[in-house]
């Protein structure tokens, strides 16, 4: 399907959960501190030209060396996903020309050496990428992150002085955002009860955010053993699907 293969189907970054612990201040002054400085990182976060969000995924069924990177440009409207299993590359795509040249590449199930293809989309496909590479991909985070109640962490689990960890925390759900020195939010985890009510770790996602000058060139490259083919757009009719 169509939304497969353009960043339709990529936009958005889905938010589930990990475990953690700590005790939080629950007076007022360091309620309302942590509620505003958390509100002004989430808007903080969309200004960025050049995001990064690493996702990483641990549980029984993942390993921890399992994670995706997504940089967005939005300054020269390119973005590159890249997946990785046991710490090795599996799939990877990149949107270039301003939405209008994909290229997609992956493992052979034979040989499992890396292959790709890469494709012009219609003009109308290309528009509607365009659009997106504008939005952030930090939008989500924004809007969830403003509507939660935040308090300041007693125990932060950083050593570095220069973070401040912020903590929502609800009968079922618990949410720790970490803030830079510049006021960024830099890690994002979300965790949730088990069936006893305790915090659990058996599910763990992670979530980092950086604010890059520009995309590193090393993620727009393709290594020099991939064979990379010009094909036509694999689409069957001109327009996008629903669904």
């Known amino acids: 399907m169509m939304k497969k293969k353009t960043l339709i189907s990529i936009l958005a970054v889905p938010l589930v959960v990990v475990a953690a612990s700590g005790f939080f201040y629950l ?35 993942y390993s921890d060396s399992s994670y995706q990177i997504r940089i967005r440009d939005r300054k020269n409207l390119s973005e590159v996903t890249e997946d990785y299993v046991g710490g090795v590359l599996q799939n990877k795509i990149i949107v270039s020309e301003e939405g209008r040249r994909i290229t997609s590449i992956g493992r052979d199930h034979v040989t499992g050496k890396l292959v790709g293809n890469t494709w012009i989309l219609p003009v109308n496909l290309a528009n509607e990428n365009k659009k997106i590479l504008n939005i952030s991909l ?50 994002r985890e979300v965790f949730v ?8 770790e058996d599910y763990v996602r992670v979530e980092e955010y950086k604010y890059l000058d520009s995309m590193p060139m090393n993620l727009q490259r393709m290594n020099d053993e991939v064979e990379i083919k010009e094909i036509t757009a694999p689409i069957k009719e001109d327009k996008l699907l629903k669904g």
């Open 138 to 187: 930090m939008e989500e985070q924004k809007k969830e992150m403003k509507e939660q109640n935040w308090v300041k962490s007693l125990r932060p689990q950083s050593n570095d002085a220069s973070l401040q960890e912020v903590v929502a925390e609800t009968s079922l759900k618990k949410e720790v955002v970490t803030i830079d020195a510049k006021g960024l939010p830099v890690k």
């Open 193 to 200: 009860k088990d069936k006893e009510g305790n915090w659990t």
């Open 27 to 61: 007076n007022t002054d360091r309620v309302v501190s942590a509620q505003s400085e958390t509100i002004a990182a989430a808007d903080k976060a969309t200004n960025s030209q050049v995001e990064y969000i690493k996702i990483s995924v641990s549980s029984s069924t």
